[in-house]
């Protein structure tokens, strides 16, 4: 499918968000990995609105783009990822 050929299906949209969290778990760094998800979920909220056929074709093809970039940036975070946890992380981890 080409960018601005054809709109993208609901499937579509929702398989692409559940990638990009999916992904965001990549992430060893909590910050990092908190910050993704939720740009994501504010990306999407923001897009929900659209209705022009080319504006969801664009917003889809910027978010598959983005997760490419997502995806590169999870693998270099992982070859340096932090040597202690978060205190966020350390608060959530069961005692």
């Known amino acids: 499918m080409s960018a601005a050929s054809a ?4 499937a579509q949209i929702l ?3 559940r990638s990009l ?6 992430f060893p760094d909590y910050n990092i990995r908190e910050y993704t998800k939720r740009r994501t979920i504010d990306a999407f909220r923001h897009n929900a609105a659209l209705s022009e056929a080319s504006s969801i074709s664009s917003a889809y093809s910027h978010g598959m783009s983005h997760l490419a970039v997502v995806k590169r940036q999870a693998v270099v975070y ?11 992380e350390l608060q959530q981890a069961p005692f």
């Open 78 to 88: 992982s070859l340096y990822a932090p040597s202690l946890r978060s205190v966020m």
């Open 21 to 26: 969290l999916r992904v965001a778990r990549d």
């Open 7 to 10: 709109t993208p299906s609901a």
């Open 15 to 17: 398989s692409l968000f």
